[in-house]
């Protein structure tokens, strides 16, 4: 596989087991994404969106077909291998946030590093630069109960790209931000993604989104019927 391809995946199918039947959420997905793109996965609710980024994110298997994601088979991964190239290389921004309850925002963003040996001053820096790409630097102290959904949903995305990962899978990243929050974010993204070739893929219905693509992957029904880049 060439050095830049980072995501690559062959005839990708992913099914579930509902009420005695297999329901497939991705049907042959042939995709490739090359290191330091900025793209979307676009479709309608229920398309294979989440399906998708979990897979490339090794949060879940294929059933059958291939993905590979920095030169790593997921399939063939044990726990471990993929935990350690989730806590490398990927952040994620959940559609649900993820946010640990009884932790502070900046405890919450400071946990991907705890995870990767970083000493307390690197921490401390890490942190407070991330909690200034977001505009949470005065919520540092509060608890997510304690902040509206946009702003949990700044420090789900601090904290995916607090370590600088090489891959970051945003599930509708914008979803409860109003507009001026959502451009802010998405030039800090395209910051990171111009500066250190920072991969990102979204999944998103959101036009101001899709604005920033450069890509655009279309799915219905667990296929990709468009793929398009601008
Ligand atoms: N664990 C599961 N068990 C059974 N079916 C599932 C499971 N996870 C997802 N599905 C089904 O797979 C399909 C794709 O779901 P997915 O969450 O990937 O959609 P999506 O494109 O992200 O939708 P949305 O835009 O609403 O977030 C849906 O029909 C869903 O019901
Ligand atoms: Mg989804």
């Not at 062959?10 to 087991?17: A, C, E, I, R």
């Not at 979990?54 to 920095?70: E, R, W």
Request: hydrophobic share 40%; proline share 3%.
């Amino acid at each position: 596989m060439s050095e830049t391809k980072l995501i690559h995946t062959h005839d990708l199918v992913k099914t579930y087991p509902v009420a005695g039947c297999e329901f497939v959420a991705l049907k042959n997905v042939n995709i490739d994404i090359g290191k330091g793109e900025f793209s979307g996965l676009v479709g309608p609710s229920g398309s294979g969106k989440t399906t998708l980024l979990n897979v490339i994110g090794s949060l879940d298997i294929p059933t059958s077909g291939s993905v590979t994601v920095l030169d790593h088979n997921i399939g063939s991964l044990t726990h471990k291998q993929a935990a350690m190239l989730r806590n490398q290389h990927i952040g994620f921004i959940f559609q649900t946030y993820n946010l640990l309850p009884v932790y502070t925002v900046f405890e919450n963003i400071e946990f991907p590093l705890l995870l990767l040996g970083k000493s307390a001053d690197d921490r401390k820096k890490m942190v407070n630069d991330a909690l200034e790409w977001v505009g949470l630097s005065a919520k540092a102290d509060m608890r997510p109960a304690q902040l509206s959904g946009g702003e949990s949903q700044r420090v789900a995305i601090a904290r995916a790209m607090v370590k600088k990962p090489a891959l970051v899978l945003a599930d509708e990243p914008t979803a409860n931000l109003d507009a001026k929050n959502s451009h802010h974010i998405l030039e800090t993204m395209e910051k990171l993604n111009a500066e250190l070739q920072t991969t990102f893929l979204f999944a998103t219905h959101d036009e101001k989104v899709m604005q920033y693509m450069k890509r655009i992957i279309s799915l219905e029904d667990g296929k990709v019927v468009k793929d398009e880049t601008k």
